[in-house]
């Protein structure tokens, strides 16, 4: 099976979208380090947690931060793989709810993570569709998930991840049609 690329994309750095994303990826960034470091006993907490929410969430939110905001690194690819890394980071952290939130939380994720990787890629006609996924998944998760249980440190990381996944909603809405490449013809 051949898919069909659509179109190239290129990274829009003179459009609002960029900055939006590069932001909200860097309040993701800090916030985390807040939480980790400020507010959270690291003794208390275990390795796993330690391994993939705080190491590769720190890392995963710095990448796009130093990548989209200070480097200009024009590689779309590149952002969807690291969005892709966050979806996996969000539905390890689904484990400590409810079996419905599992369920629910894996599936979308993972959905939206191919989509997101299917956009950069061209694969999708459109962009609509993976900020629309991950916008959705926002809305659920601030309003459905509990929130009103959580206590004052753990909105510190909840606000972090949910401005990480604002921060994908603007991902592929910063992206633009690349120009065509021009075929080199080889004369004989």
């Known amino acids: 099976m051949k898919l069909k690329q659509y179109t190239r994309f290129q990274m829009n750095f003179s459009g609002k979208w960029v900055a939006v994303c590069g932001a909200l990826m860097g309040v993701s960034f800090f916030l985390r380090i807040v939480y980790y470091f400020g507010l959270t006993n690291l003794a208390?907490?275990?390795m796993g947690e330690i391994l993939v929410d705080m190491a590769l969430g720190i890392l995963i939110c710095g990448l796009f931060l130093l990548l989209l905001s200070c480097i200009h690194l024009n590689a779309p690819g590149l952002y969807g793989i690291l969005g892709t890394a966050y979806c996996l980071i969000l539905?390890?952290?689904?484990?400590?709810?409810?079996w419905v939130r599992?369920?629910?939380?894996?599936?979308?994720?993972?959905?939206?993570?191919?989509?997101?990787?299917?956009t950069v890629g061209g694969y999708l006609p459109g962009k609509l569709l993976s900020a629309g996924m991950f916008a959705f998944a926002l809305l659920i998760r601030f309003f459905c998930f509990d929130l009103g249980k959580l206590g004052l440190f753990a909105w510190v990381l909840e606000a972090s991840n949910l401005c990480a996944?604002?921060?994908?909603?603007?991902?592929?809405m910063s992206l633009k049609?690349?120009?065509?490449?021009?075929?080199?013809?080889?004369?004989l």
């Open 102 to 118: 599992i369920l629910l939380g894996t599936v979308w994720y993972l959905l939206s993570a191919v989509v997101l990787l299917a």
């Open 165 to 172: 996944i604002a921060g994908l909603v603007c991902l592929p």
């Open 44 to 46: 208390d907490i275990g």
């Open 91 to 98: 539905i390890v952290g689904l484990f400590t709810g409810g």
């Open 177 to 187: 049609p690349a120009k065509p490449r021009k075929s080199v013809q080889r004369s």
